[in-house]
């Protein structure tokens, strides 16, 4: 019998069923392409040995052993609906469904209360890394019924990456606890992405240089403070070549990205707890803006396009730069899961979560060590900008974020994630802002009242009230 079954051989889940058979498990493998199973089995090498094909949901089922588990590794939406509706009257109490795809958490919290009234596990769980991720070594994010993560915790850590002998699996709480995690995760993504985009954009447009003059400034800061995934493949895909033009990669590739899961999600999820993750916004903000192609080309035929090549920015300024705004997108993120934590009570544990971020994922880098152990000492106002140790860094860093974005902006290069992590940071040093005013103009038009600094009296209105 199979000691774990998986649904869905896509990219993900072929990757994760060969981690899960090379660590020593047994898994049992449906599709909904039948012939895909057969296919993946016939090209497992000597690990088809630990496959069992399932050609039919019954198949799988029935060559688990009890309690089973079956992970599914399907699109979100009405795929993960379908397949567990194809499941439910297949198990027993006390089974486990996991949801290893990146599942919106409101529909994994609706999933795993209907499949607990039937009696059965559903266990909501992000997986990070991407292809390499899951064959190798992914970060994984669990949220669901604390007692039935015994049933695959052990599979879990042993797929999950290994950081200095502790693997980057967890349970971090709750029903949709561990999707909401991924997603945020994801929305940290998008950030530093468009942040490192943004740079890109700088030293190409701003100063002139190709991809391959840009390459080694990566490398270099791979070699320092912002040593991170994204960095290192950063350099890499400036480094690389089109076959066809014979040219850089990146000049034939179409400057248009999609928003539409994870990043998104992040920012609605935000703004529905009152939040705002600034830093996120833009990136999904400026991914939806490059999707406008065409719109774009009208409008710099009609008002111009920014200088090129004009700009000598520093190299270290602009690595400090990049750091300050990546502290600022981290922060944002782990505001949101506190925030997240409080409202829906999943005592998340920030430490833990910044710690199994270090090996697997997308985001890992150098500075969630430190960021795991400012979390573990408590953020003072929440904020990771205000733990002592990021606030040394953001001091000499910020200035630099300043100027690199001032000369930017100067020259009319939209800088929009590092711009607005630049306004949450002034805004979050600022004692008295301008809110007073808003006050005044709500109260003037609509009576709202407003709060006295004096004596602290609430619901007091101006003059014209009289
Ligand atoms: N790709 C990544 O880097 C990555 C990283 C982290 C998380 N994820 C998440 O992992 C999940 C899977 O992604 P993927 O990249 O592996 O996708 P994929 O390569 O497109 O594979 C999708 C799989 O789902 C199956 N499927 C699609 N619609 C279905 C339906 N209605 N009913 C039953 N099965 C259905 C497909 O079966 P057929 O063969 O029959 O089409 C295929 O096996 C998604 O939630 C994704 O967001 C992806």
């Not at 300043?402 to 290069?413: D, S, Y």
Request: aromatic share 6%; charged share 25%; proline share 4%.
């Amino acid at each position: 019998m199979a000691d774990i079954g998986l649904v869905g051989l896509g990219t993900m889940g072929a990757a994760l069923a060969l981690n899960i058979a090379e660590r020593g498990y047994d898994i049992a493998v449906h599709n909904r392409t039948v012939e895909k199973i057969g296919q993946f089995v016939d090209s497992a090498g000597e690990l088809a040995s630990r496959l069992t094909a399932a050609e039919t949901p019954e198949a799988l089922v029935a060559s688990l052993s009890a309690p089973r588990s079956v992970i599914l590794m399907v699109p979100a939406g009405a795929a993960v609906d379908a397949t567990i509706d194809q499941l439910i009257p297949l198990l027993d109490k006390g089974d486990t469904l996991v949801d290893a795809g990146n599942a919106d958490f409101n529909d994994t919290r609706r999933r795993e209360a209907a499949l607990a009234e039937r009696g059965l596990n559903f266990i909501g769980m992000g997986v990070s890394g991407g292809e390499d991720g899951a064959r190798h070594g992914p970060s994984i994010m669990v949220g669901g019924p604390e007692k039935s993560y015994a049933a695959i915790r052990e599979i879990v850590e042993a797929i999950a990456a290994d950081y200095q002998g502790s693997p980057c699996a967890a349970w971090l709480g709750p029903d949709g606890a561990g999707h909401f995690v991924k997603t945020v995760h994801n929305g940290i993504e998008y950030a530093d992405m468009q942040m490192i985009a943004e740079v890109y954009g700088l030293l190409r447009d701003g100063e002139g240089k190709t991809p391959a003059e840009t390459a080694p400034l990566f490398e270099r800061w791979n070699e320092g403070k912002l040593r991170s995934y994204l960095i290192e493949i950063t350099a890499e895909v400036l480094r690389a070549q089109d076959k066809t033009s014979g040219g850089p990669l990146l000049d034939v590739i179409r400057d248009s990205a999609g928003q539409k899961g994870t990043g998104r999600w992040t920012v609605i999820e935000a703004l529905k707890l009152g939040q705002s993750a600034s830093a996120i916004e833009s990136a999904v903000a400026a991914r939806s803006w490059s999707s406008m192609g065409e719109a774009r080309a009208a409008g710099e035929s009609r008002f111009g396009a920014a200088e090129k090549g004009t700009l000598s920015l520093d190299d270290g300024e602009l690595e400090q730069a990049l750091l300050a705004a990546r502290i600022i997108a981290y922060g944002q993120g782990l505001a949101l899961l506190q925030s997240a934590s409080e409202h829906f009570d999943w005592s998340l544990d920030l430490g833990r979560v910044a710690e199994i971020w270090r090996a697997g994922c997308i985001i890992r880098s150098d500075l969630l060590d430190d960021i795991s152990q400012a979390a573990r000492e408590g953020l003072p106002h929440g904020l990771l900008t205000l733990a002592p140790a990021f606030a040394d860094r953001m001091e000499t860093a910020v200035p630099a974020l300043r100027r690199v974005v001032l000369e930017g902006l100067r020259a009319g290069l939209p800088m929009p994630a590092m711009s607005s992590a630049l306004a949450w940071f002034d805004t979050m040093r600022q004692s008295r802002g301008s809110a007073d005013l808003i006050q005044g103009q709500r109260d003037f038009f609509g009576r709202h009242g407003f709060e006295r600094t004096d004596n602290g009296l609430s619901d007091q209105h101006g003059p014209w009230a009289d």
